[in-house]
């Protein structure tokens, strides 16, 4: 009878032991999943911080850019047309042949009508709501053909579908990479042509990029930890889940691809 009633306490005391055990383990695994759960908290708080941090740097960026775009176009497209024009006004005071006044009065109204255009489409640019509700197909369109009015080199546009499927939050740092995609060639590459293709999805937005310049060594450019552009580049890159490639070579130009994931 005694033995009985040790085996009774001894599987109690078994018993016991293993519950505390899963007791303990419970407690672990629950201070663990807290841990977790705390640490995933921080993470998505600082992404979004970060997320934030870098779309107000690429709107300030963006604005910067268009600030320096309008300045340019200011003092080569507009002075210029009205210089024009203050010349034709001038040779028609002093003119006497009729014939020659009518022809320089009808060259100053095309003169004042393309002026008229010009303003008109850096009013449109200096629009403060323009970087909240952008569409990237025309913002583009509009830096491409101001880089068309500079004749620095050839470059051509090739847009297919639109941008519904990207959220607007993201089309700002895109902006901004295209932007900067572009600042690269027109400081660094040395091209005669260039082409960029804008291709929209259901899934994703695909930008190419080709120039025939001087090209770079892109790796000896990551051994030297990037240099401040592309470091910039490649993070809001991953910033936004997208993908960017370049594929360059000394004196063979660059080739550009870069993915981004429609909503």
């Given at each position: 009878?005694?033995?009985?009633?040790?085996?009774?306490?001894?599987?109690?005391?078994?018993?016991?032991?293993?519950?505390?055990?899963i007791?303990?383990?419970?407690?672990?695994?629950?201070f663990?999943?807290?841990?977790?759960?705390?640490?995933?908290?921080?993470?998505?708080?600082?992404?979004?911080?970060?997320?934030?941090?870098?779309?107000?740097?690429?709107?300030?960026?963006?604005q910067?850019?268009?600030r320096?775009?309008?300045?340019?176009?200011?003092?080569?497209?507009?002075?210029?047309?009205?210089?024009?024009?203050?010349?034709n006004?001038?040779?028609?005071?002093?003119s006497?042949?009729?014939?020659?006044?009518?022809?320089?009065?009808?060259?100053?109204?095309?003169?004042?009508?393309?002026?008229?255009?010009?303003?008109?489409?850096?009013?449109?640019?200096?629009?403060?709501?323009?970087?909240?509700?952008?569409?990237?197909?025309?913002?583009?369109?509009?830096?491409?053909?101001?880089?068309?009015?500079?004749?620095?080199?050839?470059?051509?546009?090739?847009?297919?579908?639109?941008?519904?499927n990207?959220?607007?939050?993201?089309?700002?740092?895109?902006?901004?990479?295209?932007?900067?995609?572009?600042?690269?060639?027109?400081?660094?590459?040395?091209?005669?042509?260039?082409?960029?293709?804008?291709?929209?999805?259901?899934?994703?937005?695909?930008?190419?990029?080709?120039?025939?310049?001087?090209?770079?060594?892109?790796?000896?450019?990551?051994?030297?930890?990037?240099?401040?552009?592309?470091?910039?580049?490649?993070?809001?890159?991953?910033?936004?889940?997208?993908?960017?490639?370049?594929?360059?070579?000394?004196?063979?130009?660059?080739?550009?691809?870069?993915?981004?994931?429609?909503?």
């Amino acid at each position: 009878m005694q033995p009985h009633k040790e085996q009774i306490i001894a599987v109690i005391v078994a018993i016991a032991i293993i519950l505390l055990f899963i007791g303990i383990l419970f407690i672990i695994m629950l201070f663990y999943y807290q841990q977790k759960k705390r640490k995933a908290k921080i993470e998505k708080e600082n992404y979004i911080n970060k997320f934030n941090q870098q779309l107000l740097q690429a709107q300030v960026e963006a604005q910067e850019q268009i600030r320096l775009d309008i300045g340019e176009e200011l003092h080569d497209n507009i002075g210029a047309l009205s210089s024009l024009i203050k010349i034709n006004l001038s040779l028609i005071t002093m003119s006497e042949d009729e014939n020659k006044k009518n022809d320089l009065l009808q060259d100053s109204k095309l003169l004042i009508g393309k002026l008229i255009t010009d303003v008109k489409q850096l009013a449109k640019t200096l629009n403060t709501n323009k970087l909240h509700q952008l569409n990237i197909a025309e913002v583009i369109t509009e830096d491409i053909s101001r880089l068309q009015r500079m004749q620095l080199f050839n470059i051509s546009l090739e847009i297919n579908g639109d941008d519904n499927n990207i959220a607007n939050d993201k089309k700002i740092i895109l902006y901004r990479i295209c932007q900067e995609l572009l600042h690269n060639i027109v400081k660094h590459a040395n091209a005669k042509n260039v082409l960029m293709q804008l291709t929209f999805t259901q899934q994703h937005l695909h930008i190419f990029l080709q120039d025939d310049g001087e090209g770079f060594d892109l790796l000896e450019a990551k051994q030297k930890k990037l240099s401040t552009g592309l470091l910039n580049l490649y993070n809001r890159t991953q910033l936004i889940g997208g993908t960017l490639t370049i594929d360059s070579q000394i004196g063979k130009g660059t080739i550009t691809n870069f993915y981004i994931p429609a909503n």
